[in-house]
């Protein structure tokens, strides 16, 4: 199984609203990333996971708060988002932290807040 | 600091005509180097990778990929374009001694005409 698995695909939020993007990898990695893709745009890193804890946040917002209950789950939690948030976010997962190991992206949400 | 230059931003070839994707990077260690497709509304799909080993690096639907450190180049190729190949090409490095945090290029747009 090479697959990493988003759900949902698409979100449609209000700016009150608080809703949960979900993320699982069944291939054993240690290391999960959320980024986020505006369009015609290359993604952009918002957070890493390694072995479970936060490794990385590349100053995201409150509004944005990742979790990791385990090592197959990753989630990233909304509350109060803009209506520039809208996005494709994209979860990935590598074996580690370390070079030489690729990433695994999944399909994405594309979130639209309204 | 790692960097990716992708030359072109859109490249349009004739079904059945060669396809080369420009990528220089820029790197102060050895790096690996990656290059990943988009599908419109779809994740990124690792197409090929280089991690030291040979120079000239096949990967998958017929794609291939050569290292110049001399040019710092890492350019993408395929003898015979197909129409599926429409779609979104990132070039993307990571420096050997950081933590796993991929450096895309703005991404390379191939169109692929009748």
């Known amino acids: 199984d090479t697959e990493v698995t988003q759900t949902p695909k698409h979100l449609v939020m209000g700016m009150t609203n608080k809703k949960s993007l979900k993320c699982e990898q069944h291939?054993?990695?240690?290391?999960m990333y959320w980024y986020k893709q505006k369009a015609k745009k290359p993604p952009e890193l918002m957070f890493v996971?390694?072995?479970?804890?936060?490794?990385i946040n590349e100053s995201v917002p409150s509004r944005f708060s990742p979790e990791c209950p385990n090592s197959s789950l990753l989630n990233l939690h909304l509350h109060a988002l803009q209506p520039e948030d809208s996005a494709l976010y994209l979860c990935?997962?590598?074996?580690?932290?370390?070079?030489?190991?690729?990433?695994?992206f999944g399909q994405g949400t594309r979130l639209t807040v309204v | 600091a790692q960097s990716v230059t992708q030359l072109d931003s859109h490249v349009s070839v004739s079904e059945g005509t060669p396809v080369l994707l420009r990528c220089n990077y820029s790197?102060?260690?050895?790096?690996?180097l990656f290059w990943y497709v988009q599908h419109p509304n779809k994740g990124l799909q690792l197409l090929l990778k280089?991690?030291?080993?040979?120079?000239l690096v096949k990967g998958i639907n017929g794609f291939e990929a050569e290292f110049k450190k001399s040019e710092t180049s890492f350019h993408l190729t395929k003898p015979s374009a197909h129409m599926s190949d429409a779609a979104e090409y990132f070039c993307?490095?990571?420096?050997?001694?950081?933590?796993?945090?991929?450096?895309f290029g703005t991404g390379t747009r191939l169109q692929v005409t009748l």
């Open positions: 280089y991690t030291s080993a040979a120079t």
């Open positions: 993307v490095v990571s420096d050997s001694g950081t933590a796993s945090k991929l450096t």
């Open positions: 990935a997962s590598s074996q580690g932290k370390s070079m030489n190991t690729e990433a695994f």
């Open positions: 291939m054993g990695h240690r290391a």
């Open positions: 790197s102060s260690y050895s790096p690996s």
């Open positions: 996971y390694s072995y479970e804890k936060l490794s």
